[in-house]
């Protein structure tokens, strides 16, 4: 079996989803030949309208926004390598949309509201590592009646 072009691999790298320059970039580093130029195969690539960063953010954002917190999602467009004007526009249709999926997340994960500040404490630790905010997961948890640690 004959090895695939630069262009072949990115192209099947392509149809499994969408990808990013940078990270067809760094995929395909590694098998580079010495007569190929891999910058101008992902420029013919992006002409053609292949690499889209937009569908980029789109595809991430569907596959990963019910799960996930703003904060989580903008770092994961960032480590694309997505342009940061494209991940500020973003960032306003997240955070509109944060509360919500939040409350979501923790209605599937726990249902419950928190009866001890150990449990508080854990059930915001989770949120927080989903990558939502402080203020939003404290408004979400505010109305459990659960005393805060600290609280005498």
């Known amino acids: 079996m004959a090895a695939l072009s630069l262009k072949g691999r990115a192209l099947r790298l ?12 760094a ?29 980029v953010a789109e595809s991430l954002l569907h596959r990963r926004a019910p799960r996930l917190g703003t904060q989580r999602l903008l770092h994961e467009l960032r480590r694309k390598g997505l ?11 997240l955070r ?4 919500e999926r939040a409350q979501a997340v923790w209605a599937q994960r726990f249902g419950q509201l928190p009866a001890t500040p150990q449990e ?6 989770f949120l927080a590592a989903r990558g939502f905010g402080g203020d939003v997961v404290r ?8 005393p805060e640690e600290g609280d005498d």
């Open 14 to 25: 392509l149809a499994q989803r969408e990808h990013s320059r940078a990270e067809l970039q």
């Open 27 to 55: 995929k395909l580093a590694r098998h580079v030949q010495a007569d190929e130029n891999l910058a101008a195969v992902l420029d013919a690539l992006q002409a053609q309208g292949f690499i889209n960063e937009v569908r």
């Open 83 to 93: 342009s940061e004007e494209l991940v500020r526009a973003q960032a306003e249709g």
């Open 96 to 99: 509109a949309s944060e509360y």
């Open 120 to 125: 508080r404490a854990r059930q915001m630790r």
């Open 139 to 146: 408004r979400l948890l505010r109305s459990s009646g659960a």
